[in-house]
């Protein structure tokens, strides 16, 4: 079991400031932040599951201790696969916590020995989801200082391509 392994699962549809957040912190307590793409989640996403994985691994090349990889089905096997015991997540408002609460209950029941961690959001980051950003984008709205810039560029053209 490895114990310096922080799995970071979400949907990253797209990655923003906020995650980059969490990543770098976590990095600070973990030898290896994993960066977990839900596949189950391409459902209502802008972005497919490759080009989430495209843009994060190219926002994160530089650091040979952040890895970017997805997974399908249930989050604790795949974390008992990855032979990690900690989830890491980040926690903004008070609206995330019930669902968050939900989640690591319901993990560390299916799995006793996979704990969740959560971190709080950076106040620069408090009121940031993707789901904002997407929103502001879809508007032509400036979202530059809410993503990276490989973000924001890959978000506009997307806006592009769909109109
Ligand atoms: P999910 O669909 O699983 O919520 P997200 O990509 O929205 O996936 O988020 C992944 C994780 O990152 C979640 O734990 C979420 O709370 C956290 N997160 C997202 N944005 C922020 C932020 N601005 N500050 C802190 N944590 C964040």
Redesign the pocket.
């Known amino acids: 079991m490895n114990r310096h392994i922080a799995i ?6 797209p ?5 980059m ?2 990543v770098q912190r976590g990095l600070e307590i973990f030898d290896t932040v994993v960066v977990a793409i ?1 596949q189950n ?1 391409e459902k209502n996403s802008l972005f497919s599951v490759a080009e989430r994985v495209d843009m994060t691994t190219e926002l994160v090349k530089d650091n040979p201790r952040v890895k970017v990889e997805t997974f399908d089905g249930l989050l604790v096997d795949y974390v008992v696969a990855k032979e990690a015991r900690v989830i ?5 408002a008070v609206t ?1 916590f019930e ?2 609460f939900q989640l690591a209950q319901m993990n560390h029941t299916v799995c006793e020995q996979v704990e969740t961690l ?5 106040p620069s ?7 904002i950003v997407k929103e502001v984008g879809k508007l032509n709205g400036d979202i530059r200082s809410f993503v990276p810039q490989l973000v924001a560029d890959r978000l506009y053209e997307k806006f592009r391509q769909i109109g």
């Open positions: 970071y699962p979400g949907s990253f549809d990655f923003t400031n906020g995650h957040d969490i839900a989640s890491l997540r980040g926690l903004r995330d669902f968050e959560f971190m709080m959001t950076s980051c408090a009121y940031l989801s993707s789901s």
